[in-house]
């Protein structure tokens, strides 16, 4: 907003000076008929600079400039942990200072059918670009827009709410597994009624995308998205809420014949591969990626201030690796070329609670996550021996923090994760709940 005012009193102190000089030169004309025949046949290069470098600056109006900086510091229980807290902690680190996010995006707009989106992240690791998308709005039917670049994966709630908002420091650990990066590269047609219409409560997005999450083209396959979403209100909007569904359906090339599933046709669960007919018949296919999630909001307004419920749902197929550090827990950004390909159903979600007060600028959050990457074996029956492993066990997590908010560009979070691990005493380094739990204190600015 301060930009576009700047912009503003620039261009009108610009159109007065070229109206002052304007009239300068008919004063002089009216004294010196002959310099005044010299002028009109001379070109006023001096008024159109004027005007062109006018016409420039109103055209920065379709140009709008926004960003945040999230500094932080963290304390870990132990050195060296595994963390979805902004990535590992470094061998012998048990704190640090952490640059989370510094974002600058830009959005040029020069009619209301078409903008396009840039976004870049700035961090002590290096810059990274966050988005970049041309979005067209059809002229004919104001409902229907095509985005098309890398831009956030159109599934759930979490994954498209900004960083900048969200109250916990992090996504659920379901959504950094399955959702590394939030964005990946493709196109999606979005469906909604403008905000006049009594259908803009209902909004449908869906898209084909390369299934890499930003990382270049490494097969043919795409992979689907869709979500269906409403988001309604009362009469006097102290209550409103939000209801959405989400399919994603896509494939993971696998470069040898070896496909492992969990066998459960016994008393204890074992991953076994499936027979192969012919030499080379899976090789070179896709293995099966296939999620379905729901998701809930609820906003409720009362003299205390507004309280915010929200919660998500997700099961499904996840195509992975076997025992490798974070296997079967990272989304792969490309084909299964090291080792067998392990296929494991899983599921998880999250909910959470935030308390505004109306008196005092401070907000009060909670948050339990889930996250179980292979619903089909618990406990002991986690062994090396059956093939399993880390890529296995289960986690959740309790979290709860404290926010402040300074005014509205500048806040303070403080945040403590505790994060339970399931156990087993048949696999090493599992037998006990891993020390891993994270106290964040952030500070937010942004314009």
Same mark, same amino acid.
């Given at each position: 907003m301060r930009l576009k005012l700047k912009v503003t009193f620039?261009?009108?102190?610009?159109?007065?000076?070229?109206?002052?000089?304007?009239?300068?030169?008919?004063?002089?004309?009216?004294?010196?008929?002959?310099? +005044?025949?010299?002028?009109?046949?001379?070109?006023?290069?001096?008024?159109?600079?004027?005007?062109?470098?006018?016409?420039?600056?109103?055209?920065?109006?379709?140009?709008?400039?926004?960003?945040?900086?999230?500094?932080?510091?963290?304390?870990?229980?132990?050195?060296?942990?595994?963390?979805?807290?902004?990535?590992?902690?470094?061998?012998?680190?048990?704190?640090?200072?952490?640059?989370?996010?510094?974002?600058?995006?830009?959005?040029?707009?020069?009619?209301?059918?078409?903008?396009?989106?840039?976004?870049?992240?700035?961090?002590?690791?290096?810059?990274?670009?966050?988005?970049?998308?041309?979005?067209?709005?059809?002229?004919? +039917?104001?409902?229907?827009?095509?985005?098309?670049?890398?831009?956030d994966r159109p599934f759930g709630y979490a994954i498209s709410y900004s960083s900048n908002l969200r109250e916990a420091p992090e996504r659920a650990r379901i959504f950094q597994t399955l959702f590394p990066n939030e964005r990946d590269l493709g196109a999606k047609m979005t469906i909604q009624g403008s905000k006049t219409s009594t259908w803009n409560f209902l909004k449908i997005d869906f898209g084909f995308f390369s299934g890499n999450n930003i990382n270049p083209e490494t097969d043919s396959k795409k992979d689907f998205i869709g979500h269906i979403g409403i988001n309604k209100a009362n009469k006097n909007e102290s209550f409103k809420y939000g209801f959405g569904v989400s399919y994603y359906n896509g494939g993971v090339l696998q470069t040898n014949d070896n496909i492992l599933s969990v066998d459960k046709s016994s008393n204890v669960p074992v991953f076994v591969a499936k027979a192969i007919p012919v030499v080379g018949a899976y090789k070179n296919k896709y293995a099966s990626r296939e999620y379905v999630g729901g998701d809930a909001e609820f906003t409720i307004s009362s003299p205390v201030g507004f309280t915010t419920f929200n919660g998500e749902y997700l099961t499904g197929n996840q195509p992975g690796f076997s025992s490798a550090t974070n296997a079967g827990n990272v989304s792969p950004s490309g084909p299964i070329t090291v080792g067998d390909t392990y296929n494991r159903k899983f599921n998880g979600g999250y909910v959470s609670l935030v308390q505004d007060f109306s008196k005092a600028p401070i907000s009060l959050v909670a948050r339990y996550d889930l996250y179980d990457p292979n619903k089909n074996v618990n406990g002991n029956d986690i062994k090396a021996a059956n093939k399993f492993s880390g890529a296995d066990i289960k986690y959740t997590t309790v979290g709860f923090g404290l926010l402040y908010k300074f005014d509205a560009n500048v806040k303070l979070t403080g945040y403590y994760d505790l994060v339970k691990n399931e156990t087993s005493a048949n696999l090493p380094g599992f037998t006990k709940d891993l020390k891993d739990n994270v106290i964040t204190l952030r500070l937010q600015y942004k314009f």
């Open positions: 620039a261009a009108i102190g610009l159109c007065l000076l070229a109206q002052h000089m304007v009239n300068a030169q008919e004063v002089s004309v009216a004294k010196d008929s002959l310099k +005044a025949t010299e002028q009109i046949d001379e070109p006023d290069t001096l008024v159109s600079a004027i005007q062109k470098l006018q016409s420039d600056i109103l055209s920065l109006h379709n140009l709008k400039i926004s960003g945040y900086v999230q500094a932080q510091y963290q304390i870990a229980d132990t050195a060296g942990i595994n963390s979805f807290d902004g990535g590992n902690f470094g061998l012998n680190i048990d704190n640090r200072f952490q640059i989370r996010r510094a974002r600058l995006k830009f959005v040029y707009s020069a009619n209301p059918y078409a903008k396009y989106q840039l976004q870049v992240d700035f961090r002590e690791t290096g810059v990274t670009v966050r988005d970049a998308f041309a979005q067209f709005t059809a002229p004919f +039917a104001d409902a229907l827009s095509l985005t098309a670049g890398m831009f």
